[in-house]
């Protein structure tokens, strides 16, 4: 059993939904996106991490590829920004609009949404059908370092299957790698 499965959402339960303000000042609600998309991916992530900094572009390559399709990512920062000030709001944006990311990055402040999740690291990624359900967590794909030399893509790999009516399988759950989420004290 993973550790996601111990303490947070386990894979073929509903995720909890969410309300949070987003790097464009809009407020966004799980529950929309979920109305309006055949799948979700919501990935954890932070301003300051070198593994979510060598994963930006994937991850915009990967809402581009699947948007069409029924599928969208929603990025959220739950870092705790006093511990960690690179993980403000202010920066978000910043971030947002240097990377170009085509998807909401969203502000988890209370860490509530990252604790339900069983969030523990960034990235980290869970994938929802259009019920709200986990179907897939943890890692992106097999090489946070290197793109070319990613052998498996366990978000695409999944995101695929799900959106031709497939059951995720092989795994459904990885363990993620990366930074820990910086926790309020």
């Not at 919501?42 to 070198?50: E, G, I, K, R, S």
């Not at 979510?52 to 990512?73: A, D, H, K, M, N």
């Not at 170009?100 to 990624?125: H, I, K, S, W």
């Amino acid at each position: 059993m993973s550790v996601m499965e111990k303490t947070g959402t386990p894979i073929g339960s509903y995720a909890p939904d969410f309300e949070l303000p987003g790097s464009d000042n809009q407020v966004h609600h799980l529950a929309r996106y979920l109305e309006k998309y055949r799948a979700v991916g919501v990935v954890f992530m932070c301003n300051h991490c070198p593994c979510v900094q060598s994963y930006l572009g994937r991850l915009t390559q990967i809402q581009s590829e699947f948007q069409s399709q029924g599928f969208t990512l929603i990025g959220i920062n739950a870092n705790d920004a006093v511990q960690s000030p690179e993980d403000s709001f202010e920066n978000m944006q910043t971030l947002a609009a240097t990377h170009g990311l085509n998807f909401p990055y969203l502000r988890d402040t209370t860490q509530d949404v990252a604790r339900c999740f069983g969030g523990q690291t960034t990235p980290e990624v869970f994938l929802l059908d259009n019920s709200g359900i986990l179907r897939y967590s943890g890692r992106i794909d097999d090489n946070s370092q290197d793109p070319a030399a990613v052998k498996v893509d366990y978000l695409r790999d999944a995101i695929a299957s799900l959106l031709q009516g497939k059951t995720v399988i092989t795994p459904a759950s990885t363990e993620a790698v990366g930074s820990p989420v910086k926790w309020r004290h």
